[in-house]
């Protein structure tokens, strides 16, 4: 049963600093590997998606890499924001229906 | 360019009570849908998804259905709320498993 684990949960930081959010899964065999963000009371935003062959993604000042053999991922995040402040969560696809298994989330906060 | 729709946002049911939330997707066919709760404390769990009109598959035995009435309609109900139905429901889309999945705005559901 693939499980999914996110570390920390909570983490405060420095507006301007670079930061790393984690992200592991027990099961390698999985399609894809999507992070979104998730604001208070909101719906989740998704901001990148990683394709089991690819090593890492970018958008912007957001960086993913999936090392799918160790069970990894990785959210890098530069020079935070303010604005940058939300939950973050990693999701995982085994299944050839696309369903998501998620891991708990990292409630981030940037302060100014 | 695809949106993806719920209503109503928030709802406010008494214990034995029915239910019936609306998804509706825009600006593209076939899609595989999906329906997510998110409880206070907990992370999100898939309760049904769709591959097609008619064809619905459950997750976690409950007193919730689903049905598909339409290529681009997700609806979840229930006969009798019990006071564990509240929490967040997130309906979402893709268009297979390959790409990403995107979430709707939510309905948050208090039963009382």
């Known amino acids: 049963k693939q499980e999914v684990t996110q570390i920390p949960a909570a983490l405060s930081v420095p507006e301007g600093e670079n930061l790393v959010l984690n992200c592991s899964f027990t099961?390698?065999?999985?399609?894809?590997l999507q992070w979104f963000r998730q604001d208070p009371g909101k719906g989740l935003t998704s901001l990148l998606l990683?394709?089991?062959?690819?090593r890492e993604q970018t958008s912007g000042r957001l960086n993913a890499s999936l090392d799918k053999s160790s069970g990894r991922s990785t959210l890098y995040i530069a020079a935070s924001q303010p604005g940058d402040s939300a939950t973050y969560l990693c999701?995982?696809?085994?299944?050839?229906?696309?369903?998501?298994?998620f891991g708990q989330g990292t409630t981030l906060q940037v302060k100014p | 360019s695809q949106t993806i729709h719920q209503w109503p946002a928030t709802l406010v049911q008494p214990v034995g009570s029915p239910l019936s939330l609306e998804c509706t997707v825009e600006?593209?066919?076939?899609?595989?849908l999906y329906w997510y709760r998110q409880a206070a404390g907990r992370g999100l769990q898939l309760l049904f998804y769709?591959?097609?009109?008619?064809?619905i598959s459950s997750e976690v035995p409950q007193n919730l259905s689903a049905s598909r009435p339409q290529d681009r309609q997700f609806i979840l109900s229930s006969k009798k709320l019990l006071l564990s139905d509240s929490g967040f429901y997130l309906c979402?889309?893709?268009?297979?498993?390959?790409?990403?999945?995107?979430f709707g705005p939510g309905t948050r559901l208090t039963v009382t």
């Open positions: 979402a889309w893709r268009r297979d498993t390959l790409n990403e999945q995107y």
């Open positions: 990683i394709q089991s062959s690819q």
């Open positions: 600006g593209t066919s076939n899609p595989n």
């Open positions: 769709s591959v097609g009109i008619g064809q």
């Open positions: 999701a995982v696809v085994t299944g050839n229906t696309g369903k998501l298994i």
């Open positions: 099961d390698s065999a999985i399609y894809n």
